[in-house]
């Protein structure tokens, strides 16, 4: 955006709660400094400002992502895209070409066997006899477990930790190999970084919640990605809002830890893990898995952990959190906010506003404590859409009973839980769109929620359950920060909340701001995506004209 002249947008639609039937929008600098109809539009335009003619497409404020991998989404995009794989087969196919193709080791992502007939992971001699011997790391669609050849596994030792089985990682021995296959060079980190948040900004998204931990990575991949962020260079990239998931358990080392990131951090909370996941089956389960009679999974964090990261962050006012997937582990998490409550208070407990990521078992008592305690769950609506179909990963793991019970979107807003949502990336692909949709169409139609609850879950409630605290972030209206994307897509519509009438409706009145209509021949494409009216993303790098 020529941020030396305002830009008026006209001819399309500005979804605003100040105006549902606007059409035209004035950015002046990083404002939003009008927002109306043609006609008024008429008077606004001359030598001085520049006008983009939208010819009809929407512009919506950009999503937030609320719970994002940047580097690891670098490298998802740089390797083996194993997403699509139908079989055992197919992946020891796809290693074998790629170690034909290139030198050195073999990286690959997404992979899943709940869909594949043998429903079997390869064995380290079979990765080793696919790629000819070479270091081949694979992980799997969630990120907690992943598949190495024996070449790798005999280099790093993992044989000899806990978590291996014939080169399926998980626990100790996964992040001894997902930590050594980390190991960059501050160059090309930065390179994976800049990638991943480009890509962000083409999929209209204006922010990214980056949940860095110890595990996942060493400190300096969050160090560098704040450098990178705050860099000249990083003035056409979304924000980025860091948490850093390192347990403490006094109010001094949560004064130590936020002084060593100069004071950047959003919170000590994302993944701090609890749990696992349920595809690796190491979510912490109240009852076995079905296809695993003998494992309820692993809980990693114990309630007195819990309860003392918990005292120590709320006695800071620094907002706290955790990964959790499990019944079980959310009752670990419960449990450390009951004793949070206890040592300080509940009012003390609610204004920290701590945050839980995933949730994704949660029966009613669990969802009122949430209430009770002013906790905000960050979602990923597309684990549903992926795995909770009746046959899926979900029935697979968990049964039937259980599957439905999962991802409850729906329970959570109706009960007062805020709720904020993201992808995930790498575990599913950037697409906002595509969450709101999985909300839309969740396996559970008792949990489905509207698309307007969706998008305002992964837009406005992003920035608040991040702590942000200009309340305009996150909507279209005069005063607010130029923060949007703007979007070609088939027809606009607005969706009633009652499934019990048709869910769709053209007539403008209705007075509530359109949004696309997500069942139609082609999803919704960005076409540009500013903030703080500076553009991240422009298709063909010539605006939205």
């Known amino acids: 955006m020529d941020s030396q ?29 009008w927002i109306g109809g043609e006609h008024a539009a008429e008077n606004l335009g001359g030598p001085g400002v520049r006008t983009v003619d939208l010819d009809g497409a929407l512009i919506a404020p950009g999503f937030v ?62 990765l080793d006899s696919a790629s000819g011997g070479r270091s081949v ?11 190495v050849s024996g070449t790798l596994a005999a280099s790093l030792g993992l044989a000899a930790l806990d978590g291996w089985n014939d080169g399926f990682l998980v626990r100790a021995a996964h992040t001894a190999a997902r930590l050594a296959t980390r190991a960059l060079a501050p160059a090309d980190r930065a390179a994976l970084q800049r990638a991943a948040l480009a890509h962000a900004a083409s999929r209209g998204i204006v922010a990214v919640v980056e949940m860095a931990a ?14 990178l962020a705050t860099a000249d260079g990083g003035a056409d990239l979304p924000g980025v809002i860091p948490y850093w998931a390192e347990a403490v358990s006094s109010p001094e080392e949560v004064r130590s830890l936020l002084a060593s990131f100069d004071g950047r951090l959003a919170g000590l909370a994302g993944d701090l893990n609890v749990d696992g996941s349920i595809g690796s ?90 209430v009770h305690f002013g906790v905000t769950v960050s979602a990923q609506p597309v684990f549903d859409a992926l795995w909770g179909h009746p046959e899926g990963l979900y029935e697979q793991r968990l049964g039937e009973r ?18 904020s949502m ?40 992003g920035w608040r359950a991040a702590g942000e605290v200009n309340p305009m972030l996150g909507q279209l209206a005069p005063g607010s920060p130029a923060s949007f994307a703007v979007w070609r897509v088939d027809e606009l519509m607005v969706q009633t909340p009652d499934n019990r009438v048709q869910s769709w409706s053209t007539d403008p009145r209705a007075g509530t701001p359109l949004l696309p209509a997500l069942d139609t021949e082609n999803p919704p494409r960005c076409i540009e995506t500013v903030h703080y009216g500076r553009t991240l993303f422009s298709e063909g790098g010539g605006g939205a004209a």
């Open 422 to 461: 993201g992808s995930d990336s790498p575990v599913t692909p950037l697409d906002p769109w595509a969450s709101v949709r999985a909300c839309i169409d969740h396996s559970n139609p008792a949990e489905a929620v509207s698309a307007r609850a969706a998008f305002i879950a992964h837009t406005r409630a």
């Open 281 to 370: 089956r190491t979510a912490a389960l109240r009852d076995p898995y079905s296809d695993d009679p003998g494992n309820r999974g692993h809980v990693f964090l114990d309630a007195p952990a819990v309860g003392a990261h918990l005292t120590a962050a709320t006695t800071e006012g620094v907002q706290a959190g955790f990964h959790v997937i499990g019944d079980a582990g959310l009752d670990v998490v419960l449990a450390g906010l009951g004793e949070a409550e206890r040592s300080l208070g509940i009012e003390a407990v609610r204004r920290s506003r701590h945050r839980l990521e995933h949730v994704e078992m949660a029966d009613d008592a669990a969802i009122a404590a949430l």
């Open 137 to 147: 790391y694979l992980t799997r669609a969630d990120v907690h477990s992943a598949v």
């Open 65 to 126: 992502d609320s719970h994002f991998h940047t580097t690891e989404t670098g490298l998802g995009l740089s390797s083996i895209d194993l997403s699509a794989c139908t079989s055992l087969a197919d992946l020891l196919e796809r290693v074998h070409a790629a170690a034909a193709a290139h030198e050195g080791p073999v990286f690959g992502h997404g992979w899943d066997e709940s869909r594949w007939p043998e429903r079997r992971v390869p064995t380290a001699g079979e």
């Open 5 to 33: 002249r305002p830009v008026l947008y006209r001819n399309g639609s500005v979804y605003s709660p100040a105006d549902p039937f606007a059409t035209a929008m004035l950015v002046d600098g990083g404002t939003v400094a």
């Open 402 to 419: 259980r599957r439905v019970g999962m991802n409850r979107f729906g329970s959570l807003l109706a009960a007062g839980v805020p709720v």
């Open 214 to 227: 110890p595990h996942i990575s060493p400190r300096e991949d969050l160090e560098g990605l704040l450098a």
